[in-house]
């Protein structure tokens, strides 16, 4: 079965840095886009970023460029979100989730979805 694993949420302070990291299993990462999402209270699921198969290409939302880095180790077939300098409006659940090539940074645009790891970001 596929499946995907969150880990790595907390309360960070602003300015603060939290690594995420996305574990999956049942398949390989090698053939799907990865992507980053977000959900916080009374908001719609937001795309944070997302990384092709091969870890070649990557696409960031432009409220996180420069402060956030995905990346991703498909012999561990794990996808990594480095966030730095995070900031309050940063809070709220985040999701991996799994889609094919086309998959950009639409919650649409994927098929499986892990159960989420809450960050929160408050002084």
């Known amino acids: 079965q596929l499946q995907l694993v969150e880990s790595g949420g907390g309360l960070v302070q602003p300015g603060g840095s939290l690594r995420l990291s996305c574990a999956a299993s049942?398949?390989?990462?090698?053939?799907?886009?990865i992507g980053w999402f977000r959900q916080a209270p009374g908001r719609e699921r937001e795309g944070v970023s997302c990384?092709?198969?091969?870890?070649?290409?990557?696409y960031y939302a432009d409220s996180v460029k420069g402060r956030f880095t995905i990346s991703k180790d498909n012999a561990r077939n794990t996808v990594y979100l480095q966030m730095n300098s995070l900031k309050p409006e940063d809070t709220g659940v985040y999701y991996c989730?799994?889609?094919?090539?086309?998959?950009?940074?639409?919650?649409?645009?994927?098929?499986?979805w892990g159960q989420g790891t809450q960050v929160t970001v408050s002084s």
């Open positions: 989730a799994a889609g094919p090539v086309a998959a950009a940074l639409s919650p649409y645009d994927y098929d499986y």
């Open positions: 990384i092709s198969s091969r870890g070649g290409n990557r």
């Open positions: 049942g398949f390989t990462l090698d053939y799907y886009v």
